[in-house]
């Protein structure tokens, strides 16, 4: 899409998992890192260094926080997930710029097809044209 941010260069990188952590679950409760830690079974040591950003949030680490705010542990996996795909696409943008299409995307009439597959037994067998 012409115009957007992502075409412009000028992607924000994504909030991390622990600054949402800190600004929006311990600070706004005055739950300090130690007792938080207490409550999900983890070191103080790896609290802090989740909410400084020197830490990422495994799917371990997210069934515990989302336990201890009453999240869901996917909200923490997509903070992450964010995360992680802004710095790899940081990491390797001169060699995606190489990379070309060899299979074409599929039509939305297409993708509504794969998503009804069913082989019968609960799973998809997806088959690409």
């Known amino acids: 899409m ?3 941010t992502e075409d412009m260069g ?10 949402v ?11 300090t890192q130690d007792a938080f830690a207490e409550a999900i079974g983890m070191s103080r040591y790896s609290v802090n260094q989740l909410v400084n950003g020197r830490r990422s949030v495994t799917a371990e680490t997210a ?3 989302a336990k201890a705010t009453g999240t869901d542990p996917e909200y923490w996996l997509n903070l992450q997930r964010g995360i992680d ?3 790899a696409k940081q990491a390797i943008a001169q060699e ?3 990379v070309r299409l060899i299979v ?6 297409e993708v509504f097809d794969e998503l009804s597959l069913d082989a019968g037994d609960g799973t998809r067998e997806p088959s690409r044209r």
């Open 2 to 4: 012409m115009g957007s």
């Open 10 to 19: 000028a992607v924000r990188r994504p909030t991390l998992p622990g600054e």
């Open 21 to 31: 952590l800190r600004h929006d679950y311990l600070e706004p409760n005055s739950v």
């Open 63 to 65: 069934l515990r926080i």
């Open 85 to 87: 795909l802004y710095e």
């Open 96 to 98: 995606l710029e190489r």
């Open 104 to 109: 074409p995307p599929l039509s939305d009439e």
